[in-house]
Protein backbone atom coordinates (compact mmCIF):
# COMPACT_ATOMS: atom_id res chain seq x y z
CA UNK A 1 0.00 0.00 0.00
CA UNK A 2 0.72 3.56 -0.55
CA UNK A 3 -0.68 6.83 1.66
CA UNK A 4 -1.16 10.07 -0.62
CA UNK A 5 -1.52 13.36 0.79
CA UNK A 6 -2.49 16.02 -1.52
CA UNK A 7 -1.43 19.80 -0.78
CA UNK A 8 -1.16 23.37 -2.69
CA UNK A 9 -5.68 24.15 -3.13
CA UNK A 10 -6.68 27.72 -2.44
CA UNK A 11 -8.37 30.51 -4.41
CA UNK A 12 -7.69 31.77 -7.24
CA UNK A 13 -9.02 34.14 -9.26
CA UNK A 14 -10.00 33.01 -12.83
CA UNK A 15 -6.74 32.97 -15.56
CA UNK A 16 -4.53 32.26 -12.15
CA UNK A 17 -2.42 29.47 -11.83
CA UNK A 18 -2.04 26.82 -8.93
CA UNK A 19 0.10 23.69 -8.43
CA UNK A 20 -1.12 20.92 -6.80
CA UNK A 21 1.20 18.08 -4.61
CA UNK A 22 0.76 14.31 -4.11
CA UNK A 23 2.96 13.33 -1.39
CA UNK A 24 3.89 9.96 -0.98
CA UNK A 25 4.74 7.09 1.78
CA UNK A 26 5.26 2.93 2.09
CA UNK A 27 5.11 1.23 -1.23
CA UNK A 28 8.34 2.17 -3.74
CA UNK A 29 6.65 5.33 -5.59
CA UNK A 30 7.40 4.92 -8.46
CA UNK A 31 5.34 1.09 -9.36
CA UNK A 32 2.79 3.15 -9.14
CA UNK A 33 0.43 5.20 -11.99
CA UNK A 34 -0.93 8.64 -10.20
CA UNK A 35 -4.43 9.76 -11.28
CA UNK A 36 -5.92 13.72 -10.19
CA UNK A 37 -9.24 13.26 -9.87
CA UNK A 38 -11.94 16.08 -9.05
CA UNK A 39 -15.55 16.36 -7.60
CA UNK A 40 -17.62 19.63 -7.63
CA UNK A 41 -20.39 19.99 -5.26
CA UNK A 42 -23.22 18.25 -6.31
CA UNK A 43 -21.69 16.40 -9.03
CA UNK A 44 -19.55 13.11 -9.39
CA UNK A 45 -16.21 12.92 -9.00
CA UNK A 46 -14.31 12.73 -12.95
CA UNK A 47 -10.89 11.62 -14.25
CA UNK A 48 -8.31 14.68 -14.44
CA UNK A 49 -5.14 13.60 -15.28
CA UNK A 50 -3.10 10.13 -15.43
CA UNK A 51 1.04 9.72 -15.15
CA UNK A 52 2.76 6.04 -15.58
CA UNK A 53 5.16 4.86 -12.77
CA UNK A 54 8.31 6.09 -15.16
CA UNK A 55 6.51 9.80 -16.23
CA UNK A 56 5.29 8.12 -19.14
CA UNK A 57 2.12 7.36 -20.35
CA UNK A 58 0.24 10.62 -19.84
CA UNK A 59 -3.25 11.14 -20.15
CA UNK A 60 -5.74 13.98 -19.76
CA UNK A 61 -9.47 14.91 -19.79
CA UNK A 62 -10.07 17.12 -22.65
CA UNK A 63 -11.40 19.59 -20.74
CA UNK A 64 -8.21 20.42 -18.97
CA UNK A 65 -6.01 19.82 -21.99
CA UNK A 66 -3.47 22.65 -22.86
CA UNK A 67 -3.98 24.04 -19.73
CA UNK A 68 -3.27 21.56 -17.01
CA UNK A 69 0.06 19.54 -16.60
CA UNK A 70 0.93 16.58 -14.29
CA UNK A 71 4.22 15.05 -13.86
CA UNK A 72 5.82 13.34 -10.80
CA UNK A 73 9.28 13.62 -8.89
CA UNK A 74 9.80 9.79 -8.04
CA UNK A 75 13.10 10.75 -6.18
CA UNK A 76 10.76 13.05 -3.88
CA UNK A 77 8.33 10.56 -3.93
CA UNK A 78 5.93 13.39 -5.18
CA UNK A 79 3.17 13.50 -8.00
CA UNK A 80 2.45 17.29 -9.20
CA UNK A 81 -0.80 19.05 -11.03
CA UNK A 82 0.05 22.42 -12.07
CA UNK A 83 -2.70 24.27 -13.39
CA UNK A 84 -2.83 27.23 -15.48
CA UNK A 85 -5.87 29.54 -17.00
CA UNK A 86 -7.88 28.36 -13.95
CA UNK A 87 -11.60 28.61 -14.76
CA UNK A 88 -14.36 28.77 -12.38
CA UNK A 89 -15.81 25.65 -13.90
CA UNK A 90 -12.33 23.64 -12.44
CA UNK A 91 -13.46 24.59 -8.73
CA UNK A 92 -13.82 21.60 -7.00
CA UNK A 93 -11.80 18.86 -4.47
CA UNK A 94 -9.05 17.48 -6.45
CA UNK A 95 -8.04 14.14 -5.18
CA UNK A 96 -4.56 12.01 -6.24
CA UNK A 97 -4.77 8.06 -6.59
CA UNK A 98 -2.29 5.37 -6.99
CA UNK A 99 -2.78 2.45 -8.68
CA UNK A 100 -1.99 -0.35 -11.22
CA UNK A 101 -0.33 -1.26 -13.50
CA UNK A 102 1.88 1.46 -13.97
CA UNK A 103 2.30 1.48 -17.26
CA UNK A 104 -0.72 1.63 -19.66
CA UNK A 105 -1.71 2.83 -23.11
CA UNK A 106 -4.89 3.70 -21.82
CA UNK A 107 -6.75 5.88 -18.91
CA UNK A 108 -7.45 3.16 -15.43
CA UNK A 109 -10.52 2.88 -15.14
CA UNK A 110 -11.14 4.06 -11.37
CA UNK A 111 -11.18 0.64 -9.28
CA UNK A 112 -7.50 0.19 -10.97
CA UNK A 113 -6.65 3.15 -8.18
CA UNK A 114 -7.08 1.88 -4.82
CA UNK A 115 -4.89 4.12 -2.41
CA UNK A 116 -6.57 7.46 -2.09
CA UNK A 117 -5.52 11.19 -0.79
CA UNK A 118 -7.88 13.40 1.59
CA UNK A 119 -8.45 15.86 -1.33
CA UNK A 120 -7.86 19.21 -1.69
CA UNK A 121 -10.14 22.36 -1.79
CA UNK A 122 -9.75 24.52 -5.60
CA UNK A 123 -11.92 27.74 -5.47
CA UNK A 124 -11.69 29.71 -8.57
CA UNK A 125 -13.12 32.77 -8.79
CA UNK A 126 -14.70 35.34 -11.31
Known amino acids: QVQLVESGGGLVQAGGSLRLSCAAS????????IGWFRQAPGKEREFVAQIGGGGDTIAYTDSVKGRFTISRDNAKKTAYLQMNSLKVEDTAVYYCAAGSPRHTTVILPRRAFDSWGQGTQVSVSS
Open 26 to 33: GRTFSGYT
